[in-house]
């Protein structure tokens, strides 16, 4: 009795050795198979990424471009108004030009009939303020007073 025990525990420890070495194996060789992900892979989860991202990115873009041109804005509107009032203050006043920043030119317009397209005896004289942007001449802003 006690050699079938004897020998069923070693049966048992046998087959156990053997399905571990087995299972040893088997995970070995597909970490071998497996060394990493396959260039089709790698492609797939790029243009998935991609997709994912697109939207996000754009949004971002325009976000900042359209914040770019805010800021431009209100830099023209703060010039523009700071000329009127420096325009308004001086005695006398000439057309004249002027860039500020190296990103707006100031066009200062008196309408006082001295050109030939502009209105004769005008009383009481109007000032005219013009913020350009320097580098494609767009129209920022355009402001009138009287004098």
Do not use: W
């Amino acid at each position: 009795s006690s050699s079938v025990v004897a020998r069923f525990i070693g049966h048992c420890l046998i087959n156990q050795t053997t399905t571990r070495s087995d299972s040893t194996r088997a995970v070995n060789k597909n970490l071998r198979q497996n060394h990493g992900f396959s260039l089709i892979e790698l492609l797939v989860a790029l243009v998935i990424l991609s997709v994912v991202l697109l939207p996000f990115l754009s949004t971002i873009s325009y976000r900042l471009s359209k914040e770019r041109e805010n800021d431009e804005m209100i830099k023209a509107i703060e010039i523009a108004k700071s000329k009127m009032e420096e325009v308004l203050l001086l005695p006398e006043i000439k057309d004249s030009e002027e860039i500020i920043e190296n990103k707006f030119l100031i066009k200062i317009k008196i309408l006082d009939g001295d050109k030939y397209d502009e209105p004769v005896n005008l009383k009481p004289i109007e000032a005219r303020i013009t913020v350009l942007r320097l580098k494609d001449k767009v129209k920022l802003i355009e402001l009138s007073a009287l004098k």
